[in-house]
């Protein structure tokens, strides 16, 4: 039978419908949500996302700020202007769009946002909540992930599910969120051995590499579900993921699509954790995190 296809659009849009409320209540209250997007250099993909990222923003009626910067800024004249938004209160969300220009360590620069402003959860405070099982800002293409498998009504605790990939931003904290979830996780990479085995067992599949096509229908347990993180540009100019979508979905329970699937959450889960933080302002400060997606509370809610 044919899997059933994650509509990561809907998805998405259940999520928007909960940022707005909260969004007014917010409002009701005299806070206007504030994300900065800043953005080094002129990189045509990057310049894509931060512009759907502000025009999110707008969309919602929040502050959504870009700060451009020319190619040849200095790490320094960066880490500035960070600072001086991690000061200004009327800021939620702080994201230094990625890749940076090669002259600029990256690790050094997402350090210098303020932790409790860091949307995109990158710091390395925020990863090391997330290590440790504490409340943090998770990052936003995991978060959206674990939505997804959600959304299928699927219980995550006490399946086998297998990431491949170890990215920091995809790979390691989907591991982390599967795990925190009661799930018995194996994080597969480029010197696995024998991957097949391990996806052939797997009840979850979480495909994150950056290879076209390559998890295929012999791969996959009949039922499962699979999560297809790739985004990779063909070279007639279509996008597909890293799962083979016409032959995997005959074996899988749920599979989502390229486009349509994992990349409409990326952005709705950087505004949910945007609206967290300008919460945590009306309330002090004193909480920004998201308890939700380490218990699935909030899609349960
Ligand atoms: P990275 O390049 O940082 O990581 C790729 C991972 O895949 C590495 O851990 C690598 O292993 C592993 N890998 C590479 N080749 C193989 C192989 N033959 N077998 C098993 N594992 C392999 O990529 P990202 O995590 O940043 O992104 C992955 C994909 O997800 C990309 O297509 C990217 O465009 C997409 N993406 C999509 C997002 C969205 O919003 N939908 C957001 C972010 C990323 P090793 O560590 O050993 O090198």
């Given at each position: 039978m044919a899997a059933q296809i994650i509509d990561g659009k809907e998805v998405a849009k259940i999520t928007y419908k909960q940022i707005k409320a909260r969004t007014a209540a917010l409002r009701e209250q005299g806070i206007i949500p504030g994300l900065t997007v800043i953005i080094v250099g002129e990189n045509p993909a990057s310049q894509t996302y931060v512009a759907s990222k502000e025009k999110r923003a707008l969309k919602l009626g929040w502050n959504g700020q870009v700060i451009r910067l020319p190619e040849n800024a200095t790490q320094q004249e960066l880490c500035e202007v960070i600072k001086t938004l991690n000061l200004?209160?009327?800021?939620?969300g702080i994201l230094v769009q990625l890749p940076?220009?090669?002259?600029?360590n990256e690790l050094e620069v997402l350090k210098c946002i303020d932790p409790e402003k860091d949307v995109d959860g990158f710091h390395i405070v925020n990863s090391g909540k997330l290590f440790a099982g504490l409340e943090s800002f998770v990052p936003c293409t995991p978060k959206g992930i674990m939505k997804l498998i959600d959304s299928t009504g699927?219980?995550?605790?006490g399946k086998n599910a297998v990431v491949i990939g170890r990215s920091l931003i995809v790979g390691k904290p989907a591991f982390l969120l599967l795990s925190a979830r009661n799930a018995t996780v194996t994080l597969c990479h480029?010197?696995?051995?024998?991957?097949a085995e391990f996806t052939r067992s797997a009840d979850i599949v979480v495909a994150a590499i950056g290879?076209?096509?390559?998890?295929?229908?012999?791969m996959i347990k009949p039922g499962a579900v699979v999560i297809d993180v790739g985004i990779n540009r063909l070279p007639d100019g279509q996008l597909c993921g890293d799962v083979d979508f016409e032959s995997v979905k005959e074996v899988a329970g749920h599979l989502t699509p390229?486009?349509?699937?994992v990349g409409q959450m990326t952005i709705a889960m950087l505004m949910e954790n945007t609206v967290i933080s300008a919460e945590a302002r009306l309330a002090g400060r004193d909480r920004k995190t998201d308890a939700s997606v380490l218990d699935g509370t909030r899609h349960k809610a």
């Open positions: 200004d209160d009327s800021v939620d940076l220009p090669k002259h600029i699927v219980e995550i605790e480029s010197k696995t051995e024998n991957l290879k076209p096509n390559f998890v295929t229908a012999d390229v486009p349509g699937g």
